[in-house]
């Protein structure tokens, strides 16, 4: 790309981004600047990421580096997220950790795709950053139906009911409904979108079915991560005694 390209591919990405902004000030939505910031952040980390990958092919042992940094990263961002219920911080890691390389491990020990440094970063990539959004998800909605059915999982817990007892159906409902848009997703594939993998498959020089194996291998990994994840969080918050402080009026 010459200088005019780039130029042109930078007015085009903060056109795009000013749009989101203005629709969303307009709606009274306040997130501030959190979309424009989230953009540039991203915009920094892929460039960072290219110079790795780089390394990566070259350095294969550096893969387990890459994969690290994914899940510290990962871990660090939905240990954050996670933090109005009561060890929510070190569940999160602990799921996260636990989704994100379960399911990259059984691919690999199924033979689903090849342990080469590029396969193993792509898919490493997508159920570590799917594990982090399942943690997020399913954490808030925890809080949120603890926050709305306080009287009813007290009660059950003065009827001697252990913690785990008296949460089980929010904490059901809290996971099936973060996993609704993965699922959502996933059964609409190639009906309504066409995710990355496969495109950057097609892209790549493989043939139609080599693009659509691999995909399938994606999906099929991240509805592992995000199963691991959703319940693993879900079990280690029902342990816990303590109820998340009642929100402020």
Do not use: K
Request: aromatic letters at 6%.
């Amino acid at each position: 790309m010459n200088v005019w390209d780039w130029l042109r591919f930078i007015g085009g990405i903060l056109a795009l981004v000013a749009a989101a902004l203005l629709l969303l000030r307009l709606h009274g939505v306040s997130l501030r600047w959190l979309p424009a910031t989230a953009v540039f952040r991203a915009g920094l980390q892929l460039a960072v990421i290219s110079v790795l990958l780089s390394g990566v092919n070259q350095w294969p042992w550096l893969v387990l580096g890459f994969v690290a940094l994914m899940l510290a990263t990962a871990s660090w961002t939905g240990a954050s997220r996670a933090e109005g219920l009561p060890g929510g911080r070190r569940y999160a890691v602990v799921s996260v950790i636990a989704g994100g390389m379960s399911a990259l491990l059984l691919t690999l020990l199924l033979g689903l795709i090849s342990p080469t440094p590029q396969h193993v970063v792509a898919i490493a990539g997508s159920v570590i950053g799917n594990a982090m959004n399942i943690v997020t998800l399913t954490s808030r909605r925890i809080r949120t139906e603890l926050d709305a059915h306080r009287g009813e999982v007290e009660g059950w817990l003065a009827l001697g009911a252990t913690p785990s007892q008296a949460t089980a159906w929010r904490r059901r409902d809290s996971v099936r409904e973060s996993l609704l848009p993965n699922l959502d997703q996933t059964r609409n594939t190639g009906l309504v979108t066409l995710p990355g993998a496969f495109i950057g498959a097609l892209f790549g020089g493989a043939s139609p079915v080599e693009a659509a194996t691999f995909q399938l291998t994606m999906l099929s990994a991240i509805l592992v991560s995000a199963s691991v994840t959703g319940t693993l969080f879900s079990t280690l918050s029902g342990r816990n005694p303590v109820l998340p402080a009642p929100p402020e009026a």
